[in-house]
Protein backbone atom coordinates (compact mmCIF):
# COMPACT_ATOMS: atom_id res chain seq x y z
CA UNK A 1 0.00 0.00 0.00
CA UNK A 2 2.77 2.21 0.87
CA UNK A 3 5.32 1.23 -2.19
CA UNK A 4 4.66 4.36 -3.72
CA UNK A 5 6.14 6.42 -0.77
CA UNK A 6 9.20 4.25 -1.15
CA UNK A 7 9.80 4.64 -4.97
CA UNK A 8 9.12 8.35 -4.06
CA UNK A 9 11.91 8.71 -1.27
CA UNK A 10 14.10 6.41 -3.37
CA UNK A 11 14.12 8.73 -6.16
CA UNK A 12 13.74 11.83 -3.84
CA UNK A 13 17.54 10.32 -2.18
CA UNK A 14 19.57 10.81 -5.07
CA UNK A 15 18.55 14.29 -5.27
CA UNK A 16 20.91 17.25 -4.38
CA UNK A 17 17.48 18.18 -2.48
CA UNK A 18 17.02 15.45 -0.11
CA UNK A 19 16.79 16.49 3.22
CA UNK A 20 18.68 14.46 6.86
CA UNK A 21 18.40 16.03 10.43
CA UNK A 22 21.61 17.72 11.93
CA UNK A 23 21.96 17.29 15.22
CA UNK A 24 23.06 20.32 17.30
CA UNK A 25 23.91 20.49 20.83
CA UNK A 26 23.01 23.91 21.67
CA UNK A 27 22.51 26.83 19.85
CA UNK A 28 26.01 28.69 21.09
CA UNK A 29 28.57 30.14 19.17
CA UNK A 30 30.75 26.95 19.41
CA UNK A 31 28.77 23.71 19.95
CA UNK A 32 28.57 20.23 19.09
CA UNK A 33 27.09 18.84 15.26
CA UNK A 34 26.45 15.34 14.52
CA UNK A 35 29.68 14.85 16.86
CA UNK A 36 31.88 17.68 15.96
CA UNK A 37 33.11 20.74 17.58
CA UNK A 38 31.85 23.16 15.36
CA UNK A 39 31.25 27.66 15.42
CA UNK A 40 27.65 27.78 14.60
CA UNK A 41 27.16 30.46 12.65
CA UNK A 42 23.11 29.58 11.59
CA UNK A 43 21.22 30.08 14.22
CA UNK A 44 18.15 32.09 14.90
CA UNK A 45 19.19 32.74 18.23
CA UNK A 46 20.53 36.04 17.15
CA UNK A 47 20.92 37.80 20.56
CA UNK A 48 22.22 34.43 22.25
CA UNK A 49 19.28 34.43 24.99
CA UNK A 50 18.11 31.26 24.72
CA UNK A 51 21.05 29.77 26.72
CA UNK A 52 21.92 32.95 28.61
CA UNK A 53 21.71 31.86 32.58
CA UNK A 54 19.18 34.98 33.83
CA UNK A 55 16.63 33.46 31.16
CA UNK A 56 17.14 29.93 31.90
CA UNK A 57 16.60 31.11 35.83
CA UNK A 58 13.21 32.59 34.95
CA UNK A 59 12.29 29.38 33.34
CA UNK A 60 12.97 27.33 36.05
CA UNK A 61 10.94 29.62 38.79
CA UNK A 62 8.30 29.33 36.44
CA UNK A 63 8.07 25.55 36.70
CA UNK A 64 8.30 26.02 40.52
CA UNK A 65 5.61 27.98 40.62
CA UNK A 66 3.05 26.77 37.61
CA UNK A 67 4.41 23.05 37.19
CA UNK A 68 5.55 22.01 33.23
CA UNK A 69 2.37 22.72 31.23
CA UNK A 70 -0.55 25.02 30.99
CA UNK A 71 -3.26 22.60 31.25
CA UNK A 72 -5.60 23.76 28.46
CA UNK A 73 -6.42 26.17 26.34
CA UNK A 74 -6.46 29.76 27.28
CA UNK A 75 -10.34 30.07 26.96
CA UNK A 76 -10.46 27.62 29.11
CA UNK A 77 -8.02 26.75 32.19
CA UNK A 78 -5.24 27.80 30.40
CA UNK A 79 -5.16 31.41 31.09
CA UNK A 80 -2.29 31.88 34.06
CA UNK A 81 -0.98 35.36 35.27
CA UNK A 82 2.16 34.87 33.42
CA UNK A 83 0.57 34.84 29.94
CA UNK A 84 -0.86 38.40 30.29
CA UNK A 85 2.04 39.54 31.58
CA UNK A 86 4.08 38.98 28.70
CA UNK A 87 0.99 39.74 26.61
CA UNK A 88 0.65 43.55 28.34
CA UNK A 89 4.78 43.16 27.75
CA UNK A 90 5.29 42.63 24.33
CA UNK A 91 2.59 45.36 23.94
CA UNK A 92 4.75 48.15 25.59
CA UNK A 93 7.62 46.65 23.57
CA UNK A 94 6.00 46.95 20.33
CA UNK A 95 4.00 50.47 21.69
CA UNK A 96 0.87 49.01 20.74
CA UNK A 97 -2.35 48.76 22.70
CA UNK A 98 -3.02 45.15 22.82
CA UNK A 99 -1.08 41.53 22.07
CA UNK A 100 -2.49 38.13 21.75
CA UNK A 101 0.32 35.01 22.60
CA UNK A 102 0.14 31.92 20.15
CA UNK A 103 1.64 28.62 20.57
CA UNK A 104 3.99 29.04 17.47
CA UNK A 105 5.08 31.79 15.36
CA UNK A 106 3.69 29.45 12.12
CA UNK A 107 0.40 29.46 14.25
CA UNK A 108 0.13 32.69 14.56
CA UNK A 109 0.49 33.35 11.21
CA UNK A 110 -2.33 30.94 10.17
CA UNK A 111 -4.72 32.43 12.85
CA UNK A 112 -3.93 35.85 12.31
CA UNK A 113 -4.56 35.78 8.25
CA UNK A 114 -7.15 33.54 8.78
CA UNK A 115 -8.92 35.04 11.35
CA UNK A 116 -9.37 38.30 10.03
CA UNK A 117 -10.48 37.32 6.46
CA UNK A 118 -13.05 35.80 4.97
CA UNK A 119 -13.88 34.85 1.19
CA UNK A 120 -14.75 38.61 0.07
CA UNK A 121 -11.26 39.44 1.10
CA UNK A 122 -8.58 40.12 -1.12
CA UNK A 123 -4.89 39.19 -0.17
CA UNK A 124 -1.67 40.88 -1.39
CA UNK A 125 0.87 38.58 -0.54
CA UNK A 126 4.96 38.69 -1.09
CA UNK A 127 6.44 36.47 -3.41
CA UNK A 128 9.01 35.85 -1.03
CA UNK A 129 6.97 35.78 2.45
CA UNK A 130 7.54 32.95 4.55
CA UNK A 131 6.21 29.51 4.28
CA UNK A 132 3.61 29.92 7.19
CA UNK A 133 2.43 33.02 5.44
CA UNK A 134 2.03 31.40 2.37
CA UNK A 135 0.63 28.26 4.04
CA UNK A 136 -1.96 30.36 5.60
CA UNK A 137 -2.94 32.29 2.36
CA UNK A 138 -3.70 28.64 1.35
CA UNK A 139 -5.65 27.52 3.62
CA UNK A 140 -8.49 30.47 3.59
CA UNK A 141 -10.85 30.64 0.49
CA UNK A 142 -10.90 33.76 -0.99
CA UNK A 143 -8.89 35.37 -3.50
CA UNK A 144 -4.64 36.08 -3.04
CA UNK A 145 -2.94 37.96 -5.39
CA UNK A 146 1.00 37.81 -5.25
CA UNK A 147 2.93 40.86 -5.86
CA UNK A 148 6.78 40.67 -7.29
CA UNK A 149 9.31 40.81 -3.99
CA UNK A 150 9.42 44.13 -2.54
CA UNK A 151 8.13 45.59 -5.85
CA UNK A 152 5.55 48.43 -5.17
CA UNK A 153 5.10 49.31 -8.22
CA UNK A 154 3.71 46.00 -9.12
CA UNK A 155 1.83 46.17 -5.87
CA UNK A 156 0.17 49.38 -6.35
CA UNK A 157 -0.85 48.30 -10.14
CA UNK A 158 -2.62 45.22 -8.49
CA UNK A 159 -4.20 47.49 -5.78
CA UNK A 160 -5.89 49.64 -8.11
CA UNK A 161 -7.32 47.25 -10.28
CA UNK A 162 -9.35 46.18 -6.64
CA UNK A 163 -9.44 50.19 -5.49
CA UNK A 164 -13.67 49.45 -5.63
CA UNK A 165 -13.35 46.18 -2.98
CA UNK A 166 -14.20 46.88 0.39
CA UNK A 167 -11.91 44.25 2.18
CA UNK A 168 -8.19 44.12 1.64
CA UNK A 169 -5.12 43.16 3.45
CA UNK A 170 -1.42 43.65 2.47
CA UNK A 171 1.11 40.56 4.36
CA UNK A 172 4.68 40.91 4.08
CA UNK A 173 8.10 40.06 6.12
CA UNK A 174 9.22 42.74 8.02
CA UNK A 175 12.61 40.53 7.31
CA UNK A 176 12.61 38.10 4.95
CA UNK A 177 14.16 34.61 6.49
CA UNK A 178 16.18 33.78 3.43
CA UNK A 179 17.46 37.15 1.70
CA UNK A 180 18.00 38.88 5.03
CA UNK A 181 16.53 42.36 3.78
CA UNK A 182 13.78 44.66 4.87
CA UNK A 183 10.59 45.16 3.32
CA UNK A 184 9.69 48.80 2.05
CA UNK A 185 7.38 49.46 5.02
CA UNK A 186 7.52 53.08 4.53
CA UNK A 187 6.22 52.35 0.85
CA UNK A 188 3.92 50.10 2.09
CA UNK A 189 2.02 52.01 4.51
CA UNK A 190 1.66 54.89 2.07
CA UNK A 191 -0.11 52.10 -0.24
CA UNK A 192 -2.19 50.57 2.13
CA UNK A 193 -3.42 53.97 3.89
CA UNK A 194 -4.04 55.04 -0.60
CA UNK A 195 -5.84 51.77 -0.64
CA UNK A 196 -7.88 51.56 2.65
CA UNK A 197 -6.10 48.28 3.05
CA UNK A 198 -5.15 46.67 6.48
CA UNK A 199 -1.04 46.33 6.56
CA UNK A 200 0.02 42.97 8.54
CA UNK A 201 3.36 42.23 9.07
CA UNK A 202 5.57 39.30 10.07
CA UNK A 203 8.08 40.75 12.00
CA UNK A 204 9.69 37.75 12.97
CA UNK A 205 13.56 38.10 11.95
CA UNK A 206 13.00 42.09 12.96
CA UNK A 207 12.20 41.89 16.66
CA UNK A 208 14.68 42.69 18.56
CA UNK A 209 17.19 42.63 16.06
CA UNK A 210 16.38 46.38 13.90
CA UNK A 211 15.38 49.27 14.79
CA UNK A 212 16.98 51.91 17.07
CA UNK A 213 15.15 50.21 20.26
CA UNK A 214 15.38 46.27 18.62
CA UNK A 215 11.42 47.03 18.14
CA UNK A 216 11.83 45.60 14.72
CA UNK A 217 10.78 46.77 11.14
CA UNK A 218 8.07 49.23 11.97
CA UNK A 219 10.69 51.44 14.04
CA UNK A 220 13.22 51.31 11.59
CA UNK A 221 10.90 52.97 9.22
CA UNK A 222 9.19 55.12 12.13
CA UNK A 223 5.54 54.02 10.72
CA UNK A 224 2.89 52.18 11.89
CA UNK A 225 1.64 49.30 11.05
CA UNK A 226 -2.21 47.71 11.59
CA UNK A 227 -0.96 44.23 12.45
CA UNK A 228 2.61 43.16 13.58
CA UNK A 229 3.19 38.92 13.78
CA UNK A 230 6.26 37.50 16.09
CA UNK A 231 7.58 34.99 17.77
CA UNK A 232 9.58 34.24 20.67
CA UNK A 233 11.85 31.81 18.69
CA UNK A 234 14.01 33.84 17.16
CA UNK A 235 16.23 36.72 18.89
CA UNK A 236 13.99 36.60 22.06
CA UNK A 237 15.20 32.87 22.70
CA UNK A 238 12.25 31.08 23.66
CA UNK A 239 8.87 29.25 21.76
CA UNK A 240 5.66 30.34 20.50
CA UNK A 241 3.95 33.22 18.43
CA UNK A 242 2.66 36.45 19.05
CA UNK A 243 0.32 39.33 17.49
CA UNK A 244 0.64 43.03 18.35
CA UNK A 245 -2.20 45.24 17.43
CA UNK A 246 -5.00 47.48 18.72
CA UNK A 247 -7.23 46.55 21.24
CA UNK A 248 -10.08 45.72 18.48
CA UNK A 249 -8.42 43.52 16.48
CA UNK A 250 -6.99 41.36 19.16
CA UNK A 251 -10.19 41.02 20.99
CA UNK A 252 -11.66 39.90 17.41
CA UNK A 253 -9.21 37.54 16.93
CA UNK A 254 -9.90 36.30 20.15
CA UNK A 255 -13.58 35.41 18.83
CA UNK A 256 -12.45 34.59 15.34
CA UNK A 257 -9.13 32.97 15.48
CA UNK A 258 -8.87 29.10 15.56
CA UNK A 259 -5.46 28.27 16.07
CA UNK A 260 -5.75 30.56 19.58
CA UNK A 261 -9.25 29.48 20.06
CA UNK A 262 -8.04 25.65 19.96
CA UNK A 263 -4.51 25.75 20.95
CA UNK A 264 -3.21 24.87 24.45
CA UNK A 265 -1.71 27.62 25.83
CA UNK A 266 1.69 28.21 26.22
CA UNK A 267 4.06 26.67 28.85
CA UNK A 268 4.93 28.83 31.78
CA UNK A 269 9.01 27.95 31.60
CA UNK A 270 8.58 29.20 27.83
CA UNK A 271 6.30 32.00 28.45
CA UNK A 272 9.03 33.25 31.58
CA UNK A 273 12.09 33.05 29.26
CA UNK A 274 10.34 34.70 26.64
CA UNK A 275 9.41 37.65 29.60
CA UNK A 276 13.28 37.53 30.93
CA UNK A 277 14.35 38.02 27.15
CA UNK A 278 11.91 41.14 26.47
CA UNK A 279 13.49 43.25 29.74
CA UNK A 280 16.96 42.09 28.49
CA UNK A 281 16.49 43.58 24.96
CA UNK A 282 15.19 46.43 26.31
CA UNK A 283 18.04 47.07 29.10
CA UNK A 284 20.99 45.54 27.03
CA UNK A 285 21.06 47.71 23.40
CA UNK A 286 25.13 46.62 23.17
CA UNK A 287 24.17 42.92 22.31
CA UNK A 288 22.06 44.56 19.38
CA UNK A 289 24.72 46.86 17.80
CA UNK A 290 27.55 44.47 18.65
CA UNK A 291 25.86 41.84 16.23
CA UNK A 292 24.92 44.41 13.13
CA UNK A 293 28.47 45.60 13.38
CA UNK A 294 29.55 41.91 13.16
CA UNK A 295 27.07 41.24 10.23
CA UNK A 296 28.34 44.46 8.43
CA UNK A 297 31.93 42.96 9.00
CA UNK A 298 31.17 39.90 7.21
CA UNK A 299 29.37 41.20 4.57
CA UNK A 300 32.41 43.06 3.57
CA UNK A 301 34.78 40.66 4.08
CA UNK A 302 33.40 38.22 2.28
CA UNK A 303 32.15 40.25 -0.96
CA UNK A 304 35.54 41.37 -0.88
CA UNK A 305 36.93 37.56 -1.35
CA UNK A 306 34.44 37.61 -4.32
CA UNK A 307 31.27 35.86 -3.05
CA UNK A 308 27.76 36.58 -3.98
CA UNK A 309 26.49 38.20 -0.86
CA UNK A 310 23.35 39.90 -0.88
CA UNK A 311 22.28 43.64 0.22
CA UNK A 312 21.03 43.95 3.68
CA UNK A 313 21.94 45.19 7.15
CA UNK A 314 20.53 42.00 9.07
CA UNK A 315 22.43 38.91 11.04
CA UNK A 316 21.14 36.81 8.08
CA UNK A 317 23.71 36.81 5.44
CA UNK A 318 22.51 34.87 2.38
CA UNK A 319 25.59 33.73 0.24
CA UNK A 320 24.20 33.00 -3.56
CA UNK A 321 25.81 29.37 -4.75
CA UNK A 322 23.31 29.22 -6.98
CA UNK A 323 23.37 25.12 -7.58
CA UNK A 324 22.23 22.84 -5.34
CA UNK A 325 24.77 20.48 -5.43
CA UNK A 326 27.79 23.17 -5.38
CA UNK A 327 25.63 24.92 -2.47
CA UNK A 328 25.86 21.25 -0.39
CA UNK A 329 29.40 21.05 -1.08
CA UNK A 330 30.26 24.51 -0.30
CA UNK A 331 28.78 23.33 3.12
CA UNK A 332 30.65 20.41 3.64
CA UNK A 333 33.94 22.22 2.46
CA UNK A 334 33.18 24.52 5.44
CA UNK A 335 32.39 21.80 8.19
CA UNK A 336 35.61 20.30 6.99
CA UNK A 337 37.21 24.62 8.60
CA UNK A 338 35.21 24.09 11.34
CA UNK A 339 32.01 26.05 10.51
CA UNK A 340 28.70 24.96 9.93
CA UNK A 341 26.84 27.05 7.55
CA UNK A 342 23.85 25.25 6.21
CA UNK A 343 23.12 24.48 2.44
CA UNK A 344 19.67 26.69 1.67
CA UNK A 345 18.14 24.91 -1.54
CA UNK A 346 14.30 24.54 -3.44
CA UNK A 347 11.71 24.86 -2.50
CA UNK A 348 13.03 26.72 0.44
CA UNK A 349 14.50 29.22 -2.05
CA UNK A 350 13.94 29.74 -6.19
CA UNK A 351 15.25 27.60 -8.49
CA UNK A 352 19.25 28.52 -9.17
CA UNK A 353 19.03 30.59 -5.92
CA UNK A 354 20.78 27.72 -3.14
CA UNK A 355 22.76 30.08 -0.89
CA UNK A 356 24.51 29.01 2.77
CA UNK A 357 22.28 31.10 4.69
CA UNK A 358 25.13 32.42 7.82
CA UNK A 359 23.11 33.95 10.73
CA UNK A 360 25.30 35.81 13.40
CA UNK A 361 24.68 35.65 17.26
CA UNK A 362 25.70 38.49 19.44
CA UNK A 363 27.71 36.06 21.21
CA UNK A 364 30.19 35.62 18.96
CA UNK A 365 33.25 36.79 19.28
CA UNK A 366 35.67 38.56 17.00
CA UNK A 367 37.83 35.66 17.28
CA UNK A 368 34.76 33.63 16.08
CA UNK A 369 33.58 35.97 13.10
CA UNK A 370 37.46 36.02 12.01
CA UNK A 371 37.31 32.17 11.91
CA UNK A 372 34.26 32.30 9.87
CA UNK A 373 35.76 34.53 7.44
CA UNK A 374 39.18 32.36 6.95
CA UNK A 375 37.05 29.08 6.77
CA UNK A 376 35.40 30.87 3.43
Known amino acids: MNNWIEKELAKQKQSPLYRTLVMADKNEPETMINGQRKILAASNNYLGLATDPRVKQRAKEAIERFGTGSGGSRLTTGNLPIHEQLEKELAHFKQTEASLLYSSGFLANVGVISGLSDKETLIFSDELNHASIIDACRLRRGK ?56 VVDDAHATGVVGEKGRGSAEYFHVEVDVTIGTMSKAIGSEGGFVCANRSIVDYLIQKSRPFIFQTALAPATVAAALESVHIIQSEPERRKHLLAMAAL ?17 PIIPIVIGDAKEATNKQKQLEENGVFIPAIRPPTVPEGTSRLRCALMATHTEEHIQAIIHAF
Request: charged content about 35%.
Open 144 to 199: VIVYRHNDMEDLEKKLSSYQHHAKKMIVTDGVFSMDGDLAPLDKLVYLKNKSDALL
Open 298 to 314: VRKELREKGYDVLEGIT
